[in-house]
T-cell receptor, first 111, second 114 residues
Framework: DGGITQSPKYLFRKEGQNVTLSCEQNLNHDAMYWYRQDPGQGLRLIYYSQIVNDFQKGDIAEGYSVSREKKESFPLTVTSAQKNPTAFYLC??????????FGPGTRLTVL | SQKIEQNSEALNIQEGKTATLTCNYTNYSPAYLQWYRQDPGRGPVFLLLIRENEKEKRKERLKVTFDTTLKQSLFHITASQPADSATYLCALDENTGTASKLTFGTGTRLQVTL
């Protein structure tokens, strides 16, 4: 089955630690995206990538980093510089500027 | 400043009725607009996409309209069912490049009762 997967589903982090969230897709999509969702708010774009080895900052990139070494994979690192990292993180992919396919999400909690 | 507004209060309707959800935007020139459904604790699921030169799009019981003069999109679910209960998100994209850079509204929660 084609789809997009994220792991882990739940992640707990101590303050000052970096953590990496995984996102993999087998839809052969060129574009991939990372969003953050807070309670009662819409999705906010963190980073996106249109092609391998290239990515652009979204609206709230500070404190986050990404890489795109393979077409299938777009991992997100939440660094210690992110002041309020507790949130629901969603990864998505698309073929060009068409509809986006979302993963199941990772819920990150800072202890 | 740019803003996308969706009804922040939940919309409660009776089964069988038509649900109408509103998405208003200011200071955007979207190339197209998308609607997604999101269930609690899950990722959004794409429903419909409408381009700036299209007035209306339909898919089964769903219909979306797009009025670039009023800066508004309406999303209709006809013959609504309890299974339609979810949060519905609208999203705009001003980019006509090779990726969609979507800006999402906060969503409207729809509750369909028997």
């Amino acid at each position: 089955d084609g789809g997009i997967t994220q792991s882990p589903k739940y992640l707990f982090r101590k303050e000052g630690q970096n953590v990496t969230l995984s996102c993999e897709q087998n839809l052969n999509h060129d574009a991939m995206y990372w969003y953050r969702q807070d309670p009662g708010q819409g999705l906010r774009l963190i980073y996106y990538s249109q092609i391998v080895n290239d990515f652009q900052k979204g609206d709230i990139a500070e404190g986050y980093s990404v890489s795109r070494e393979k077409k299938e994979s777009f991992p997100l690192t939440v660094t210690s510089a992110q002041k309020n990292p507790t949130a629901f993180y969603l990864c998505a992919s698309s073929r060009g500027n068409n509809e986006q396919f979302f993963g199941p999400g990772t819920r990150l909690t800072v202890l | 400043s740019q803003k996308i507004e969706q009804n922040s209060e939940a919309l409660n309707i009776q089964e069988g009725k038509t649900a109408t959800l509103t998405c208003n935007y200011t200071n955007y020139s979207p190339a197209y607009l998308q609607w997604y459904r999101q269930d609690p604790g899950r990722g959004p699921v794409f429903l419909l996409l409408i381009r700036e030169n299209e007035k209306e799009k339909r898919k089964e019981r769903l219909k979306v309209t797009f009025d670039t003069t009023l800066k508004q999109s309406l999303f209709h679910i006809t013959a609504s069912q309890p299974a339609d209960s979810a949060t519905y998100l609208c999203a705009l994209d001003e980019n006509t490049g090779t990726a969609s850079k979507l800006t999402f509204g906060t969503g409207t929660r729809l509750q369909v009762t028997l």
